[in-house]
Nanobody
Framework: QVQLVESGGGLVQAGGSLRLSCAAA????????MGWYRQAPGKQRELVAI???????HYSDSVKGRFTISRDNAKSTVSLQMDALKPEDTAVYYC?????????WGQGTQVTVSS
């Protein structure tokens, strides 16, 4: 059984920074794509950023230049550094990963940005 465990959410003022981390735990052979998604109240879940096992990353236009995704393949972790946060970044952030084929989701971590 594979689990994705997130940490690092919280409350921050606009313009501030937060760092989210996600660790994959369980019997893991390989992880291909890893990423972060978010869901704001009343809205659909949307892609924030993804990164391949080779380190190629892709960002949504709304966070490009402000957020940085990274991963440590040896530790099976993915992180999201969020800078210059805006109130519209407020959402539950979910870690996502393709582990040995199947796709997994974390439980989500709340990020709240106050104006």
């Amino acid at each position: 059984q594979v689990q994705l465990v997130e940490s690092g959410g919280g409350l921050v003022q606009a313009g501030g920074s937060l760092r989210l981390s996600c660790a994959a735990a369980g019997n893991i052979f390989s992880i291909s794509g890893m990423g972060w998604y978010r869901q704001a109240p009343g809205k659909q879940r949307e892609l924030v950023a993804i990164i391949t096992s080779d380190g190629v990353s892709h960002y949504s236009d709304s966070v490009k230049g402000r957020f940085t995704i990274s991963r440590d393949n040896a530790k099976s972790t993915v992180s999201l550094q969020m800078d210059a946060l805006k109130p519209e970044d407020t959402a539950v952030y979910y870690c996502n990963a393709d582990v040995d084929g199947p796709n997994y989701w974390g439980q989500g971590t709340q990020v709240t940005v106050s104006s």
